[in-house]
């Protein structure tokens, strides 16, 4: 049997983050093959992975960041099944080196085959599965290009939001980061009007036309005052045109106004669960 050193294991610890016992059972295995015992560490995380892959990852981090030029966001969200593992130190410094790659990739497929030393990301994810001993997957991916991005994360790493502005000017930096703040805290479901799925205000025409029958209101006023409904919809759960939570007396496309000829170009909102 190879004598395994202390140094060999704690080499093998920092390479994977394995425990102590872990890394020198592998070693053990492997007969002091480094690159062997990784690969058994590996093949370790493959079949928890497996054994876990019904579990629902609904807890984790949710990590934005932004290019120097801030030019560039991305949001993720490293998933995993307990708020322990999601608030563990090691977990969190994962979210952001995948996050930080994340800016160099365009899809989650792209940034999944991105290489992480030597592995690509699925394999580090399956690999950290198990050392950890949860499931672990990017559960959240997404970019945002601007003239000006800037990233919001609320305390806990539970909501991360990037928010592009259509001009770089003077103020775009604190406009930027108080609508990515908004769009944390208020969950609007699209920009502006235009983003919202056809299906959704067909769906809140009815409701509201529903609720106006049963108020006795007259059928040949149905459609008009349902309209007037639809406007209060989308401004309350679109983003532009929500009251801005900082003064509610303008809305966020009046705010956004202060600092120029701007308008909030595109957001990007991920968050856990």
Request: overall charge negative.
């Amino acid at each position: 049997m190879a004598k395994i050193t202390a140094t060999e294991v704690n080499n093998l610890r920092k390479s994977t983050g394995a425990g102590m016992m872990d890394c020198k059972n592998a070693l053990v295995e492997a007969e002091g093959n480094f690159d062997l015992a990784v690969e058994i560490l590996r093949k370790k995380g493959q079949k928890v992975a497996a054994k876990r892959a019904d579990r629902a990852s609904s807890e984790g981090a949710a990590i934005a960041v932004v290019n120097e030029d801030n030019t560039e966001g991305a949001v993720i969200v490293l998933g995993c099944e307990t708020d322990f593992v999601g608030k563990n130190e090691s977990f969190v410094n994962l979210a952001k080196q995948l996050a930080a790659l994340a800016l160099q990739s365009s899809t989650k497929e792209e940034l999944l085959n991105t290489d992480f030393g030597g592995i690509t990301v699925a394999e580090k994810l399956i690999e950290q599965t198990g050392v950890i001993g949860e499931k672990i997957e990017l559960s959240g991916f997404e970019k945002v290009n601007a003239p000006f991005v800037s990233s919001y994360i609320h305390a806990g790493n539970k909501i991360a939001t990037i928010v592009g502005l259509s001009a770089n000017v003077d103020g775009a930096d604190v406009v930027a980061k108080d609508v990515a703040m908004q769009a944390a805290a208020m969950d609007p479901i699209a920009l502006n009007e235009e983003g919202v799925d056809a299906s959704i205000v067909e769906k809140e025409i009815e409701i509201a036309k529903d609720q106006l029958r049963q108020e006795g209101k007259p059928e040949a006023m149905l459609d008009k005052i349902a309209q007037g409904k639809i406007k209060r919809f989308f401004k309350d759960n679109t983003l532009v045109n929500q009251a801005f939570i900082k003064d509610a007396k303008q809305s966020v496309a009046q705010y956004v106004k202060t600092i120029g000829d701007v308008e909030v170009a595109s957001y990007k909102r991920v968050a856990l669960g």
